[in-house]
């Protein structure tokens, strides 16, 4: 496609259950970010691959998130042991350089909801 | 520490009102980049405009325009003759160059164009 896709789009899950979400980048796009969006706030920073190393880890909140990324393509974000506090839009973006500060394409987002 | 304020939570325009909106930035990096980004009630994230710290030119595309000021830290975006379509929330952006790559965004501001 043409655009960053993510998978699901909308996600329920019982307080406790893992989930996994999948993020399709841009096809040719080294950098892939994960970012979550808590509702009514800004975007806060989780994690960053380049190719499929994860240079910068810093933002994951907790040893209950993880992601990982195959190659220059398809990367997950788990996030273990759900609480109600992860509910939030789970987005992903791409970008084409190696560049940091590259443009970033951002997909539509994962919406998950923790009961 | 990098950081962008955007003092404007929530603002309310009648179509074919000027409207800006201000972005406020810190950073101690003298090499950094600024971002606008527009979410529609669609949840997608659209990139409008990217600005490197060396370059001061103010920037008009369309109806949009850009107000890059270093000596204020300010970044501030304006809708020219505003549009029900520019109804949205708006984040403005920090990447510093050198600073692995950690993307800061303010929290938005949440603007409606009402008819």
């Known amino acids: 496609g043409a655009g960053v896709s993510q998978s699901p789009s909308n996600k329920v899950t019982e307080k406790g259950k893992d989930v996994e979400l999948r993020c399709d980048p841009i096809s040719g796009h080294t950098a892939l970010y994960w970012y979550r969006q808590r509702l009514g706030q800004g975007l806060e920073f989780l994690i960053y691959f380049q190719g499929n190393s994860a240079p910068d880890k810093s933002g994951l909140p907790s040893d209950r998130f993880s992601a990982e990324r195959t190659g220059e393509s398809v990367s997950t974000l788990t996030i273990q042991r759900t609480q109600q506090e992860d509910s939030a839009v789970y987005l992903c973006a791409s970008s084409s350089g190696t560049l940091l500060t590259d443009t970033q394409y951002f997909g539509p987002g994962t919406r998950l909801t923790v009961l | 520490a990098q950081k962008v304020t955007q003092a404007q939570t929530e603002i309310s325009v009648v179509e074919k009102e000027d409207v800006t909106l201000d972005c406020v930035y810190e950073?101690?990096?003298?090499?950094?980049?600024l971002f606008w980004y527009k979410q529609p009630p669609s949840g997608e994230l659209v990139f409008l405009i990217r600005r490197n710290s060396f370059d001061e030119q103010n920037e008009i595309s369309g109806r949009y325009s850009w107000n890059f000021q270093k000596s204020t830290s300010s970044f501030n975006f304006t809708i020219t003759a505003s549009q029900v379509v520019d109804s949205a929330v708006y984040f403005c952006a920090l990447s510093e160059a050198s600073y692995g790559q950690n993307f800061v965004f303010g929290p938005g501001t949440r603007l409606s164009v009402l008819p």
């Open positions: 950073t101690r990096d003298t090499t950094y980049y």
